[in-house]
């Protein structure tokens, strides 16, 4: 059973962030889905593809151990900065401009301890093996 391909628009989640984020691809393969740019799995530049998640809870983060250290312990969360990584649990039968597709379920990891995975993966009909 295949899963949703991801296009561009797809709901991102970091388990440290406060809010959603939206998945940007760039056209750079010039591959559609749906109308929309196909993710692949190295679409996963901070700031570029992965925005960030609103404010940041991840004591790893220098900028929210900072705050949280001049509050006396009390968790200050601060703004995420992603830093992640390439994407993991893409699709091992499609590519999309010579790399392997990024599907609903993929992950990546942020240098600050979080894991970003897609929410919601921007199409409703392709499936990818």
């Known amino acids: 059973m295949g899963r949703p391909q991801v296009a561009a628009t797809a709901m991102l989640m970091c388990s440290f962030g406060a809010a959603p984020s939206t998945l940007n691809v760039l056209p750079t393969a010039r591959v559609l889905v749906e109308g929309r740019p196909a993710a ?4 996963a530049a901070p700031v570029v593809n992965v925005p960030p998640f609103g404010m940041c809870t991840s004591l790893a983060n220098p900028t929210v151990a900072a705050a949280t250290a001049a509050a ?23 590519l999309v401009g010579g790399r392997p ?7 990546c990891q942020c240098a600050f301890g979080g894991v970003v995975q897609v929410v919601v993966p921007g199409t409703t009909t392709t499936l990818t093996g």
């Open 101 to 107: 597709a990024l599907v609903q379920g993929s992950t």
């Open 40 to 43: 692949v799995m190295t679409d």
């Open 72 to 94: 006396l312990g009390v968790l200050t969360p601060m703004p995420c900065v992603p830093a992640t990584t390439p994407w993991v649990g893409g699709s091992t039968s499609v």
